[in-house]
């Protein structure tokens, strides 16, 4: 007799290393400077286990748990929402699907490497530096992706005629300037977790990146908010609200609050960098839906993406990164023997 489905679904859930009971941790005084989180004082693991107490770690409780839990799960309702995408588009066939498509996989491995890199970090000073680095290949082709999706959805007509598909090889190029200034203030700055210069280094370079991704945008924008009829008006309110929700995003990733305020009381549930998780995967729910409205009204008619273009560049983009990780991982001995 076949097993059913809830059958399959028990034996697959009794194979998980489930804990049952809370695995010790340490306290900040514990563990080495480079590995704290500023105003998280306790629930590190421990520093220089094998690889697969890391990976069973994904089902303890820890301060990295809901880190790791809140990008895993975005990635999925990701996956899911471009899966409901596929009912509407034809990812094949249809130009003005490909930007979504593409920004969806640039968010799923924003998302995954960052899950990723929550789970494996503490494992010692030397991979807390190396996997940041690599946190910060996603965190930047997310960059890309955004700035990409706006130009292929909701850039002015008249600035895309202009630019034309030059302007991906703008953002690209600011792109990558993006990750080398996040990875050298990670390297110059990362033994002090509480440094503002490497937060403001961090912030300059996005914001950056994100005016210059705006700038096609503007025209419209400003057409827009002019006019009366009912499709300018919910633009408006798109634009406006992914404005926002970036603007919550790098609060919440500067602040560290709550637990600034409270330090201790939000070690495992409820410190800033899980807000800025959650918001991080609420702002990429809304671009999609974002670009899916503007297609449906077509909005987007004037452009002409190009899917082999666009993966090219995005391909080029992390081998770039790779090789100045590859360059800057050098520095990382170097800074760690200074510190000892
Ligand atoms: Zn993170």
Redesign the pocket.
């Known amino acids: 007799m076949t097993d059913s489905f809830y059958d399959i679904l028990k034996r697959c859930l009794q194979f998980i290393p489930w804990e049952r009971e809370l695995q010790p941790t340490l306290s900040a005084s514990n563990v080495s400077m480079v590995l704290h989180e500023p105003s998280i004082l306790a629930g590190y693991r421990l520093p220089n286990q094998r690889w697969l107490y890391y990976v069973k770690s994904l089902f303890q409780l820890h301060n990295e748990t809901l ?1 790791v839990w809140t990008h895993l799960i975005g990635a999925l309702l990701i996956v899911h929402r471009l899966h409901i995408y596929s009912g509407e588009y034809d990812y094949l066939t249809d130009p003005h699907s490909w930007p979504v498509l593409a920004f969806g996989i640039c968010s799923i491995m924003c998302d995954f490497t ?1 899950s990723c890199v ?1 789970l494996f970090h503490s494992k010692s000073p030397y991979i807390h530096y190396i996997a940041f680095m690599v946190d910060y290949i996603g965190a930047t082709i997310y960059s890309f992706g955004s700035g990409m999706l706006l130009y292929y959805v909701q850039s002015d007509p008249h600035l895309y005629n202009i630019f034309g598909h030059w302007f991906l090889a703008i953002i690209a190029i600011v792109t990558v300037l993006n990750f080398l200034v996040l990875c050298g203030a990670k390297v110059y700055y990362g033994e002090d977790p509480s440094n503002l210069k490497r937060k403001y280094f961090f912030l300059g370079a996005m914001a950056f990146e994100f005016f210059t991704c705006s700038i096609p945008v503007v025209p419209r924008f400003i057409y827009c908010v002019q006019n009366d009829e009912d499709w300018a008006s919910t633009a408006v309110e798109c634009i406006v609200m992914t404005m926002f929700l970036f603007f919550l995003q790098s609060l919440a990733f500067s602040a560290h609050q709550p637990e600034k305020t409270w330090p201790g009381k939000f070690d495992i549930i409820g410190h800033g ?1 899980q807000i800025f ?1 959650i918001l991080t995967v609420l702002t990429q729910m809304y671009q999609l839906g974002t670009a899916h409205y503007f297609n449906m009204q077509g909005l987007s008619s004037h452009t002409q993406p190009d899917l082999i273009m666009i993966l090219i560049t995005i391909h080029l983009i992390i081998a770039t990164d790779v090789m100045i990780l590859w360059i800057l991982r050098t520095y990382v001995s170097k800074c760690l023997s200074k510190l000892q």
Do not use: D, Y
């Open positions: 880190n960052s929550h960098h998780h």
